[in-house]
């Protein structure tokens, strides 16, 4: 894949130190595809400090990247070895110059600053509303008589005030306060723009700053205003729970007693056109996805895929690919598969039929693909679905009622 300079993300803020870092050389990838080669030397709450082999350094914010990304990048923090140790004062009597006494360490070089934690810094009214003015509420504000017509806001969401926003869709909240990488109105508004789910769906994306801005906001809690409290209510773990609780990806990799998957099958079934990337270091499951060349991809191609990584494949993007219901039959073997992106494909009923035996498939994105509500049938069965989406797909108002009242925990955007 080409490599591009980290400009490729407007949300990068270039630091002139130069941070040792203990960590590899490794790909990371922003969600529009682009990567950079570079290591992991600096993690503070969101904000990730990484550096190029040219010795260039930056602060970043980790939601800008792939989940996969984002997984190594937690594991690292939680190692807590990424940040400069402090070490014995300097007895140097004149601080700022360099230390001249054999065998006595200089102070460490100063830890990268990432943006400091604490108070809220986003203001929803003078720097989120505005956003919202300009480029979401034209479709997402209060009803109103046009031509002796009632228009009523798309999927039921208002964006003209903080209520409004914090009401969400006729599908539940777009934002999830201090969870940013939750919330549904940032995945939206932060996908390519060629995307067909890309929120506003016409005229201009919005910038890197406005999507930085309200990232910010919902990471900052989602207030009101600066000197608010952020909003109260089930939108995390329970305060009161006690002790750290495990996530589903750990619990499943835990049930799946699988291990890491050798260098050479990795390699072999890359060579099929396939990126094929663990989640993290040393994970065992590994995510596969065609960015480049999804076009030139057949059921041949995951004919040969497929069966190399089986058993350690959680998260498959097939989007823009030119894959058929044959393709699914291999999928459907995919006992730990917990992501499928099948947006912008061929596939049909007759496909979904194979997956109904994937107990662990919490998420599949069916847009633009030649589903019906027949299809719906097949999904009903799968009882471990927390989102679908069927934008552009051929089913009805009808069969997604139906759906929703068999999956009633599911997130369904139609």
């Not at 360490?105 to 509303?129: E, H, I, Q, S, W």
């Not at 919202?132 to 003209?160: M, Q, W, Y």
């Not at 999804?294 to 494949?313: F, K, N, Q, Y």
Request: net charge positive; glycine share 6%.
């Amino acid at each position: 894949m080409k490599r591009v300079p980290l400009a490729w993300v407007a949300l990068v803020l270039a630091i002139a130190t130069s941070v040792q870092g203990v960590e590899p050389f490794r790909d990371f990838r922003n969600k529009q595809g682009q990567v950079i080669n570079a290591r992991l030397i600096g993690v503070k709450g969101d904000q990730v400090a990484i550096q190029t082999r040219e010795g260039k350094t930056f602060v970043i914010s980790k939601f800008i990247l792939s989940l996969a990304d984002q997984i190594y990048i937690s594991e690292a923090a939680a190692r807590g070895d990424l940040m400069p140790k402090p070490t014995t004062p300097n007895p140097n009597p004149n601080p700022g110059t360099p230390n001249t006494t054999p065998g006595t360490p200089n102070p460490p070089t100063p830890p990268v600053g990432p943006v400091a934690t604490g108070p809220a810094t986003v203001d929803f009214t003078k720097d989120v509303l505005p956003i919202f003015k300009t480029s979401c509420t034209e479709c997402h504000k209060a009803p109103f008589v046009k031509n002796n017509r009632t228009i009523k806001p798309k999927a039921g969401l208002r964006l003209d005030s903080f209520e409004a926003t914090m009401k969400g869709s006729t599908d539940g909240q777009v934002v999830k306060p201090g969870k940013p990488d939750d919330s549904v109105l940032l995945e939206l508004i932060s996908l390519e723009p060629d995307d067909s789910d890309i929120m506003p769906p016409k005229g201009d994306p919005l910038t890197a700053e406005q999507i930085e801005t309200i990232r910010k906001w919902i990471a900052e809690g989602a207030r009101s205003s600066i000197d608010a409290a952020a909003p109260t209510g089930p939108v995390g773990p329970n305060p009161n729970a006690s002790g750290p609780k495990a996530s589903p990806l750990d619990a499943l990799v835990n049930k799946a007693n699988v291990r890491p998957l050798a260098p050479g099958v990795l390699a072999t079934a890359s060579k099929n056109g396939a990126m094929v990337n663990p989640l993290a270091h040393n994970h065992p499951f590994l995510r596969i996805e065609f960015v480049s060349i999804a076009s030139s991809i057949t059921d041949s191609e995951m004919g040969r895929i497929i069966p190399l990584v089986r058993s350690h494949l959680t998260q498959l993007d097939l989007s823009k690919t030119k894959v058929t219901d044959k393709a699914l039959v291999n999928v459907g073997k995919c006992r730990n598969l917990t992501h499928l992106d099948l947006r912008q494909t061929q596939i049909g009923d007759d496909g979904l039929s194979a997956l109904r035996n994937l107990e662990n498939l919490w998420y599949i994105n069916l847009l633009n693909t030649k589903v019906t509500n027949r299809g719906l049938s097949t999904l009903k069965e799968i009882k471990s679905l927390k989102e679908i989406y069927l934008w552009q797909s051929d089913v009805t108002a009808s069969g997604v009622k139906e759906l929703r009242e068999a999956l009633p925990n599911a997130k369904i955007i139609f």
